[in-house]
């Protein structure tokens, strides 16, 4: 444990614990999987050392993303979804699409897709 280190409140001594106070942690394997177990995952980000450290959660793949569970819950200030070939979004038995204000459009002119990735990746 490093000197500044802190026991979280409301949570007991953590059975194993990987602390660095600078630097990245790898973990890397060549020809197997990476298996994170267990009651819960939890993943955060955004605990840099200023106020102003947002942080980002990347989850990348050549293959294909699952998220499965019974329930799946996506809340942020801003949701964005783009396919850049085709986009499904499927309600088995019902679906529901709310908005305050909502414009469905349609476009032909292929600039866009330009105007879009930039929105969508930063670049």
Avoid: W
Wanted: contains cysteine.
């Amino acid at each position: 444990k490093g000197l500044d280190y802190k026991e979280p409140e409301n949570n007991p001594t953590p059975a194993k614990l990987i602390h660095c106070e600078r630097g990245n942690i790898h973990l890397c394997t060549n020809n197997g999987d990476i298996i994170l177990e267990g009651r819960n995952v939890i993943i955060k980000s955004g605990r840099g050392a200023l106020p102003e450290d947002k942080g980002a959660v990347e989850i990348s793949s050549t293959g294909e993303i699952y998220l499965k569970g019974t329930k799946v819950n996506i809340q942020a200030t801003e949701v964005n979804i783009m396919g850049f070939k085709t986009t499904n979004i499927l309600g088995r038995n019902q679906m529901n699409l709310m908005a305050a204000n909502i414009a469905i459009k349609e476009t032909s002119d292929l600039s866009i897709v330009g105007t879009l990735t930039k929105f969508f990746t930063g670049i």
